[in-house]
């Protein structure tokens, strides 16, 4: 008798679906989604011209490239991210506690997400550089400042995931950008001479995506550029921007029994 329970019990679960299948079919429903929303889409991808813009007028006065310069277009990148992703996991919030019932992979719904939002960053980061490169000549490699700030939108993004992994609202998640924006700034040479640092400081800073971006388009800027320290921070912004994904998913994991 003991087991008709467990035999109805087994054909009650849901049948497991392979992950990487899962990724495929999330991945172009939210491809869809974001093409359902063209003004959305179109008012996230006008900010990179504008900005560029913005910083064409400002160092346009002085028709060359400053180290400035280059933080600020690393900082509108991590920028770009978060805000492109902050709201992306809790709006949904509903149909991903049902779909989870019917075997979702939570590391497949992050990844799907990922993806989408990785490829508008890397047109949003292009349209940002060619609008800077427009009036002002960057010295360095375009392709490597294009990997530059292509590795903090990422970043960015995986920021503005984990915040919406953890908010309870859309509000909420769009309110905490500035509070993951400005330490970047503070914790940086830009406000107090990198020779005041203390240690504490220094530890904050290389826990900042924009610094590692930044490193890169310095390095790629110098005439002679450390080979070791531009490998290092190229490799740091990726597995930077994966670990922020890990988080994601880890923070999605106590809401699965309701």
């Keep these: 008798m003991s087991e008709v329970p467990a035999k109805t019990a087994e054909r009650s679960r849901p049948p497991e679906r392979p992950v990487l299948r899962q990724v495929?079919?999330?991945?172009?429903?939210?491809?869809?989604?974001?093409?359902?929303?063209?003004?959305?889409?179109?008012?996230?991808?006008?900010?990179?011209?504008?900005?560029?813009?913005?910083?064409?007028?400002?160092?346009?006065?002085i028709e060359k490239d400053t180290p400035s310069l280059y933080f600020v277009l690393c900082l509108s990148s991590v920028w770009f991210g978060c805000i492109n992703a902050c709201r992306e996991v809790v709006k949904e919030r509903a149909i991903l506690e049902r779909e989870r019932f019917f075997g979702l992979s939570l590391g497949a719904y992050v990844q799907s997400k990922g993806r989408v939002l990785a490829g508008i960053g890397a047109v949003q980061v292009l349209m940002l550089l060619m609008a800077v490169e427009w009036k002002i000549a960057l010295n360095g490699n375009f392709w490597l400042q294009l990997v530059a700030l292509w590795g903090a939108s990422l970043c960015g993004t995986g920021l503005g995931l984990l915040v919406s992994a953890f908010s309870k609202s859309q509000e909420r998640a769009v309110g905490?950008?500035?509070?993951?924006?400005?330490?970047?700034?503070?914790?940086?040479?830009?406000?107090?001479?990198?020779?005041?640092?203390?240690?504490?400081?220094?530890?904050?800073?290389?826990?900042?995506?924009?610094?590692?971006?930044?490193?890169?388009?310095?390095?790629?800027?110098?005439?002679?550029?450390?080979?070791?320290?531009?490998?290092?921070?190229?490799?740091?912004?990726?597995?930077?921007?994966?670990?922020?994904?890990?988080?994601?998913v880890a923070a999605l994991l106590p809401r699965r029994e309701l």
């Design 24 to 61: 495929d079919v999330l991945t172009r429903r939210y491809w869809a989604c974001t093409l359902g929303d063209p003004v959305t889409l179109l008012l996230l991808l006008a900010q990179a011209p504008f900005i560029g813009y913005l910083c064409t007028l400002v160092w346009g006065s």
């Design 176 to 248: 905490a950008i500035p509070l993951l924006i400005l330490p970047q700034i503070l914790f940086s040479e830009f406000s107090i001479p990198k020779e005041s640092f203390s240690d504490t400081v220094q530890w904050a800073e290389r826990a900042m995506p924009v610094h590692w971006a930044f490193e890169i388009f310095q390095q790629a800027a110098s005439t002679e550029p450390e080979g070791w320290t531009l490998l290092g921070a190229l490799c740091v912004l990726p597995l930077y921007a994966s670990g922020l994904g890990l988080l994601t």
